[in-house]
């Protein structure tokens, strides 16, 4: 399995920006796709961005126009940046490999997380 590790969470007040990334053991590029996931409190883990090894990108519809997902395949890392941050972007980060052709399906190598939280 791959091995991801994420970082870069933090406190951060409304309207700020953060710039999560997740370095992989194995060069991203000859993995199909990666994905950030999040986790609120009391909710399920959701899908908030993906992106594949043709650069092809995914959204939810909640971070569209905020966040944009990156990847650096020589350097086996991705990122997520986030701007406008606001207080429902609360949660546990995670990165995910797996495949993506129209929608993300997610694989079973999981980063231990990172928290963000925005709050005044």
């Known amino acids: 399995q791959v091995q991801l590790v994420e970082s870069g969470g933090g406190l951060v007040q409304p309207g700020g920006s953060l710039r999560l990334s997740c370095v992989a053991s194995q060069r991203t590029f000859v993995i199909n796709a990666m994905g950030w996931f999040r986790q609120a409190p009391g909710k399920q883990r959701e899908l908030v961005a993906a992106i594949n090894s043709a650069g092809r990108t995914n959204y939810a519809d909640s971070v569209k126009g905020r966040f944009t997902i990156s990847r650096d395949g020589r350097d086996n890392v991705i990122y997520l940046q986030m701007n406008n941050l606001k207080p429902e972007d609360t949660g546990v980060y995670s990165c995910?490999?797996?495949?993506?052709?129209?929608?993300?399906?997610?694989?079973?190598?999981w980063g231990q997380g990172t928290q963000v939280t925005v709050s005044a």
């Open positions: 995910n490999t797996g495949i993506m052709h129209d929608q993300y399906q997610a694989g079973g190598s």
